[in-house]
């Protein structure tokens, strides 16, 4: 086990939901030498009102450049860009693929000697987007390198900073008189809270953990359409939940999509949600010491907490 709080931690693409989470549980924890790479200028500035004493610098990391200078002398890298939602599917060749070739030549040329990449579940999902072909892709990557390391694989997941999945959604049904449900909604999802996620990215900084893939899922199995109760009642919404046909659900996002060059939710992730997938749950509070927080604890922790909860990130 590592005690060692100096460490050089540097997470590219660190300015999204999981960076964002885990530099306050990084700095909580008492380390300081944090360097956040991300091309999200917002996001980059956000991060650096709330955690002003870390290092952030705009990076396209799917282009070699100045930020490579960040690498020198790191400890660890916590491999955590990703293009998640779009309609573009250059750019999670980019997002998703380019930089991590770049990105794995960077730790190769330092001799950084500590990787965790972050995958996702969805490697192992029934979907079939964009998003899931270069997550496949990119573990593939990883895994070719030669560069042993822990490969993470989480579920859908929400907390603080959160701006596509929950926190867009909580955001909608604030806005919006009617909140529409595709279907019945009952789509068994296995959310995962990004402040569990942080605890397990953590441990396998400071320990020995074995340079394989893990299944890191939400403990609790709740259908899409109780997980938006659970958000209206936390934020107190107004809206109404309102069930409309599968079909005209579709065929709104689509229509979105001609409107909106990055909806913030797509066909292509409407069918992800509808995959029926079921993930594997693995002892992972056992092999990374960590403890799991309750659904409901979780959503009220990350829409009522008194400083997090407020600070939302640009979509």
């Not at 010491?289 to 909860?309: G, K, L, M």
Request: charged letters at 20%; aromatic letters at 10%; glycine letters at 6%.
């Amino acid at each position: 086990m590592s005690s060692n709080k100096k460490l050089k931690i540097v997470l590219p693409g660190g300015a999204g939901l999981v960076g964002q989470n885990l530099v306050a549980q990084l700095k909580a924890a008492g380390y300081s030498n944090i360097v956040v790479l991300d091309k999200h200028r917002a996001n980059l500035q956000v991060l650096k009102s709330v955690q002003p004493d870390i290092t952030v610098a705009y990076a396209d990391l799917a282009v070699s450049g100045d930020w490579v200078e960040h690498f020198k002398g790191s400890d660890a890298v916590v491999m955590l860009q990703a293009q998640i939602g779009g309609v573009n599917y250059e750019e999670f060749v980019r997002n998703n693929l380019r930089s991590t070739q770049l990105i794995l030549d960077q730790i190769r040329l330092n001799h950084i000697p500590q990787l965790v990449h972050i995958s996702s579940s969805v490697v192992n999902s029934a979907a079939d987007d964009f998003y899931t072909q270069t997550k496949k892709q990119q573990e593939q990557i990883v895994l070719e390198s030669g560069i042993e390391c822990p490969i993470l694989r989480p579920t859908l997941m929400f907390g603080w900073f959160d701006r596509k999945h929950l926190g867009w959604l909580s955001r909608f049904m604030k806005r919006m008189p009617v909140f529409p449900i595709p279907g019945n909604g009952k789509f068994m999802r296995q959310p995962l809270y990004a402040g569990d996620f942080c605890k397990v990215i953590i441990s396998c900084i400071e320990n020995r953990i074995e340079p394989r893939a893990y299944n890191i899922t939400g403990h609790e199995r709740i259908d899409y359409i109780d997980i938006i109760y659970a958000i209206k009642k936390a934020t107190q919404a107004k809206a109404m939940v309102l069930k409309i046909p599968y079909s005209l659900f579709y065929s709104l996002l689509w229509i979105w999509s001609l409107i909106d060059k990055n909806p913030p939710f797509t066909t292509q992730q409407l069918a992800a949600l509808s995959a029926k997938d079921e993930f594997e749950l693995i002892n992972w509070t056992g092999i990374f010491n960590v403890s799991y927080t309750p659904f409901i604890n979780a959503i009220d922790e990350t829409f009522n907490h008194p400083q997090y909860s407020k600070v939302v990130l640009e979509f």
